[in-house]
C-alpha cells in the first residue's frame, strides 16, 4: 500500500515494483516453509466452517455451507490472497478473499482477477472501515512500515478490528527497515545508501521497530491468542539469500530513482551530488564477494474478543386441540437433527461452544411431539 499521508512514499508502485513485490513475496514464502496462514487461524476456521456443516437443516441461519471471509490489506498484487487459495483447498475451507489496497495500481487486470475481489481503500479511513463493519474472519496485512507512523499504525490496528468479527484473528507480517543490514564479513557494506534510507524514513516519522510496537498495542487492547515470532534470514539456506540480495538491490533502486523523479534537492538531502553518482553508488550494491543483506521478518497475531458461546437445547411438549399433551422425562433421540457436532449429551439439556454468535434465543418446529427451543446462556469469550 503506498502512501496514506501527505508523506512521499520512497519506493514505487509500478510495474517493475511489482515484480520486486512478488520476488519479496517468494523469500517470504520459502522462510515460512510455504505455509501462510497461521496454526491458531486455521484452527478457528476449521471450527467455524465445520460447525456450519454439521448443522441441521432446522438451524435457519446454517441451512449452507458458510462462506469464510478473509482480507488483505495493503494487498498489491493480491499474490499473497492467490498463494492462500492452494493453502485454503487442501484444509477444505471455503473461503470469500477481498485484497485492498491505497490505488488500485498493481491489481491484477479484471478479466484475470478469478475468483479475489479488489477494492481500493486508505487504512488511516477510519469512516470507511466503520461503513464496512464486522465482516471478515481472518485479516492479513503485510509490510506497511514504509508507508505509517507510530502514531498511525495504532489507528490502523484499531480499523482493521473494526471489519473483523468477534473471534477472528489479525496477523501483521512486518520487516522493519530498523533490522534491514547489508554485510561483508560481519561488517557495514552498504557504502551508505541504506543508512540514508533508514535516516529518510526516521526523518519521516516511519516506525523502524514497527514489529515489537504493534505486539506491545496489541497486548495493550489485549486481544486473546498475541504471538509474536521473528524469523532471520541468517538462518535460511544460501539460495534464499541470495534471493534477497537481489530483492535488496532492486529496493534501494527503487529508493535512489525515486529520489530522482523529486529533483535535486530530494539527492542532496539524501547525500548524493548527482543522479549519476547516486545510480553508481546502488550498481555497485552486493557485487563484492561475501557481501549479504539481511531482513527480520516478524509476523504478530492477535484475536478479537468474542465470538464463541455456550448454548442450552430444551424441548417442550406440543399442545393439541383439545388440551392434551404428549411428553416423556426425555425427548426422543432424534440423530442427524443436533445443532451443532460439538453438542454434547448432558440429560434434557445440550451445550455447545466455538461457534458463530447465533440470535440470543429462536424455537425451531420439530416433527413429532416435540418444539426445540435454543438459548445463548453465557458468551464463554468474556470467561
Known sequence: MSATTKEPYLLNIDEEASKRLNLQHDIITRMLGGKFIPKPVVER???LQGTSRSMSYDWPACKQVKYLKIADLATGTGIWLYSIRKELEELDLKAELHGYDLHDNQFPPVNKREDVD???LNILDTPKFQEIGPTYHYIHARLLTSVLTKEEWRVAIDNCLEILRPGGFLHFEEIPFGELSIEQ???PASGGVLEKLQASMKLLKRDLDCGNNIYNYLEELEL??????KIDLRACDEETKQMQNVNSRLGLEEFVTNAIARGPEALKRLGFESKEAALERVAGLGKAPGTQAYFVLHSILGRKPGGSFQMQLSSSALSYSDGSEEANDEPEES??????????RTGPQLQAAETEEPQLSFIVPRRGRYQVSYTVTENLDKK
Open 45 to 47: 476456521l476449521q471450527s
Open 224 to 229: 486473546w491468542e498475541t504471538e509474536h515470532h
Open 118 to 120: 479488489f477494492h481500493t
Open 185 to 187: 564479513d560481519g561488517a
Open 335 to 344: 440423530p442427524d437433527h443436533t445443532p451443532n457436532a460439538a453438542i454434547s
